[in-house]
């Protein structure tokens, strides 16, 4: 296809080459031919086993919804065990058994931010116990600032003691 020269006026006017209709009238989809209609897509969690709206993927598969009962359903069971177990060495210690505080802080922290990553892949759908993930994160706090507390009211004892 070669482009014409612009008229003497400086006006464009292309030939009959450049694939222009003969009527301009002459609607551009009958040129050529008439599109078919795209095939609607399907939704997500139509076809097979969960629930609706949820993503579905086949075994061995990478993404949302690939193995969403195993690895990061863990991740959440296992900052709930560990922020259980800290809140209990805290509550032991209220109770007079001798616990180690740091090792209930280790605990409380690790229970803290599994729970928080967990809640997150919760929400992203690679998790179906999101909730257990938040929490495991809210009882990692509360096991830590019992320990703080633990600390406040030694040093409080202590400072009775020595400065009364």
Excluded: C, K
């Amino acid at each position: 296809m070669t482009i014409p020269p612009p008229a003497d006026d400086g006006t464009f006017y292309p030939d009959d080459s450049a694939g222009m209709p003969e009527d301009p009238a002459e609607p551009i989809e009958d040129r050529w031919g008439t599109p078919e209609p795209l095939a609607p897509a399907p939704r997500a969690g139509a076809s097979g086993p969960g629930w609706a709206g949820v993503p579905q993927s086949a075994p061995g598969s990478i993404g949302p919804g690939a193995g969403t009962s195993t690895a990061h359903n863990g991740r959440n069971t296992l900052a709930m065990v560990l922020s259980a177990v800290a809140a209990v060495g805290v509550a032991a210690w209220f109770l007079g058994v001798s616990v180690p505080l740091l090792l209930i802080v280790g605990l409380g922290i690790a229970g803290f931010s599994l729970g928080i990553a967990g809640y997150l892949s919760g929400r992203r759908g690679f998790a179906t116990n999101g909730g257990l993930g938040a929490g495991a994160a809210a009882l990692g706090a509360v096991a830590v600032l019992g320990v703080v507390a633990i600390y406040a009211i030694v040093l409080a004892a202590i400072g009775q003691i020595l400065g009364g």
